[in-house]
């Protein structure tokens, strides 16, 4: 408020200096104007470069938070307030979420055995899905069989992408359909942009992990036959 006060004060003995018309309260008026505006400035910076600082370090105490959780694998939002973890010794998955940095985390604990399907969602399009094959249909609600369509890659819709992300179905009853963002713009980019092209690698990086998964619990779960 004193920084807006400050620059507002600034801006009004800038004008009174244009305004009256003897030269020496003119020069006066000027010189505070600037003086003020400077000052405002300078503040602004300041304010700046502390909440900058603040940010900083409760990033990297978030990142310390999150890496802190037992993992083999894992990956951390870039705001350090997602992150998605893999325990191969304890054969658990992780998905961490915080809503703010200041507030506490929500850790959501899913045992590999309990993951039926994953999936890959391009603005609300699938364009992956592996799933237990012991399971009739798909568990996210859609029809998910992927399909080679014919798409025109001059379409202006077709080269832009706005949201990636990874949609993944447990046996959870209260929470069974997880969800980790790995692109999420307000403004759509471009396929050949480098923000895209990374966001897409990670995402098909950690659907391979996750259908690995899926796949050695199906085979565990077929039954064995007796032969007598």
């Not at 505006?37 to 990142?63: P, T, V």
């Amino acid at each position: 408020m004193k920084t807006f006060f400050l620059l507002f004060l600034g801006i009004i003995y800038l004008l009174l200096a244009k305004s009256v018309e003897t030269a020496i309260f003119s020069n006066v008026y000027f010189l505070i104007g600037i003086g003020l505006l400077i000052a405002g400035i300078i503040r602004f910076l300041k304010e700046q470069y502390i909440s900058n600082n603040r940010l900083n370090e409760m990033k990297e105490a978030s990142e310390e938070e999150l890496m802190a959780i037992p993992h083999t694998h894992c990956i951390i939002s870039n705001d350090c307030l997602n992150a998605l973890l893999l325990n191969e010794p304890t054969n658990t998955l992780f998905l961490v979420s915080r809503e703010d940095l200041e507030e506490d985390l929500i850790k959501k604990e899913i045992s590999f055995n309990k993951i039926y399907e994953v999936a890959i969602v391009e603005d609300e399009m699938y364009i992956a899905r592996t799933s237990n094959s012991l399971i009739s249909g798909s568990l996210l609600g859609e029809d998910l069989d992927i399909e080679e369509e014919e798409c025109d890659e001059e379409d202006p819709e077709y080269n832009i992408v706005s949201q990636l992300k990874l949609k993944i179905v447990a046996d959870n009853l209260s929470d069974p359909i997880l969800e980790y963002v790995f692109l999420d713009n307000g403004e759509p980019i471009s396929r050949e942009e480098d923000e895209y092209q990374e966001a897409l690698e990670l995402c098909e990086e950690w659907f391979q992990k996750i259908s690995v998964i899926i796949k050695r619990y199906e085979l565990e779960r077929v039954p064995i036959r007796q032969w007598q």
